[in-house]
């Protein structure tokens, strides 16, 4: 029985390391310009934003994707989790400047919680180029 659980344990471990090293091959394969132009039609879709807010936004999104990308490509899976928090906050804090007190704070309720997971599906949904 013990043997069963451990055999169990061991194949979730692998199989979900696996779909994570899948999940970061797409993300290093996926150029910048593109992860961008998906966050940005997100939030345009989400927060419902102006054209003069779509503009302002997209050169954000760029740099967030062009960021996120370097960490993906030479960044340490043990340093990646805090500089993925790091970077969503600085973004975050550019997204103040453009975004109104409503848009905000629905955002941050719900908005970029749901990005990130549409996000992730939109990646994993890619085949490797």
């Known amino acids: 029985m013990y043997y069963k659980y451990l055999t169990i344990i061991a194949f979730t471990l692998f199989s979900t390391h696996g779909f994570s090293q899948s999940r970061m091959a797409k993300m290093k394969a996926t150029p910048a310009t593109e992860m961008a132009e998906k966050m940005t039609s997100m939030l345009q879709e989400k927060l419902t934003l102006t054209d003069v807010q779509t503009i302002n936004v997209q050169p954000i999104m760029l740099e967030d994707a062009k960021k996120k990308k370097d960490i993906f490509e030479n960044g340490s899976i043990f340093t990646m989790r805090g500089k993925?928090?790091?970077?969503?906050?600085?973004?975050?804090?550019?997204?103040?400047?453009?975004?109104?007190?409503?848009?905000?704070?629905?955002y941050e309720d719900s908005v970029s919680e749901e990005m990130q997971e549409e996000f992730k599906a939109w990646i994993d949904s890619r085949k490797n180029k």
């Open 84 to 106: 993925m928090k790091s970077l969503q906050k600085e973004t975050k804090g550019k997204l103040q400047n453009i975004l109104t007190a409503d848009q905000m704070k629905q």
